[in-house]
């Protein structure tokens, strides 16, 4: 107790009030949040400021200051506001910010320590930038992407719902009045009709039952490692995503590589990064293999996941010693057939979306008319 009251006190904290932990679970403290969380685009826009004002000679204290009444986020300026006092008393940008895990990555931090040590914080500053700039822009095209296809794909459904729900029965109330008997697909769609209306409450409970089966099987490793690497072998979309996690471990690694970080702690800090169990252990297995004195192209090249160009170009620039000019390239290379894809994805799925609107109103306006013509049959036969 005395050790832990010297160690408050040293960082300027005093022991007000000391209480026992409730035992009852009902009445233990949970943590609802890891701490305060920040936007993306928030994000890019304070590292770009910070590198900007400290390349033009402004200290970075001075700098967090000035972005404390630029920033508009409450929570974010608190933690501007923390890292200038705690930089005032001594620590470092690296030490400030780690303090801020939820807000300031592990890159982040392992990035700016390496350019404190080298000298290089300028730019180190001005490439984390560029690359959660890079980041935001790619995650930022994937939304206007998939933006259309989702509206399409509501729109459908609402329409389709009121169509079977409130126009169709009306539409075929008559007929079934005068004794005709409806075609098949009217009376299945009258009964999907009837069952909305009686159990429309339900209808949001495959979805949750969806969601919470996909939460439990990703919450043991084989059931995250099964789908994430089922994801990346869909077409089209796999090969998508495997690009956009190549650029984003090229792009932190090559940044890690020219800031001096050790190559092990590279692997540790872009395995968590890449977003995806099966990328994820490969870059582990490279860990693995690395330690042993192994290249970090062989883990690479044994997985069918990783395109062959990717694999030799990361030899290359082992035996070469310029592997962080060339994870550069790759990332480049990454990122231009990731838009490329995105690009062919949105044109692909738009002119779907729509076929596929216009198949299944279609059918209902088809269930609709059916009677009609069947009426129209009896009549011109009687005549």
Known sequence: MRAAAEKLRSDGLWIVRLSKPALEF??????????????????VVCCH??????RAGISLVDALQIMVWQTQGRDFRKVLRQMAYDMQMGLQLSEAAAKHPSV???????????GEASGKLDEILMRLAAQYEKDHNTRAKMRSAMMYPAF??????????????????????SFQGA??????????????????????????????????????????????????YTLLRIPVLGPLRI?????????TFGTLHIAAVPVLKILSITSSVVGNEAIRRIVTDAYERVRKGEPIADAFRESPLIPPMVSHMIAIGEKSGALDTVLDRIAE????????????????????????????????VMAMFLPVFRMMDITRSMG
């Open 179 to 228: 004794g005709a008997e409806l075609p098949a697909l009217t009376r299945m769609l009258i009964g999907l009709s009837d069952a909305l209306k009686h159990t429309w409450f339900l209808l949001p409970l495959p979805v949750l039952l969806t969601a919470l089966l996909y939460k439990l099987i990703r919450s043991q490793p084989k059931g995250r490692y099964a789908i994430d």
């Open 26 to 43: 009902l009445n233990r403290a949970v943590p609802l949040t890891g701490g305060p969380k920040v936007k993306l685009e928030e994000f």
């Open 333 to 364: 290379h990454c990122e231009s057939v990731a838009d490329r894809t995105s690009d062919r994805l949105k044109s692909l799925l738009e002119p779907l979306m729509i076929l596929g609107m216009a198949g299944i109103v279609g059918i209902i």
């Open 104 to 114: 300031f990555p592990d890159v982040y931090v392992s990035m700016v320590r390496a």
């Open 152 to 173: 399409l794909g509501m729109l459908t459904v609402v329409v389709s719902i009121a169509l079977v729900t409130f126009i169709l029965p009306r539409f075929v109330s």
């Open 243 to 251: 690009n956009q996690m190549l650029s984003r471990f090229s792009r």
């Open 49 to 54: 400021q910070l590198a900007t004002l400290y």
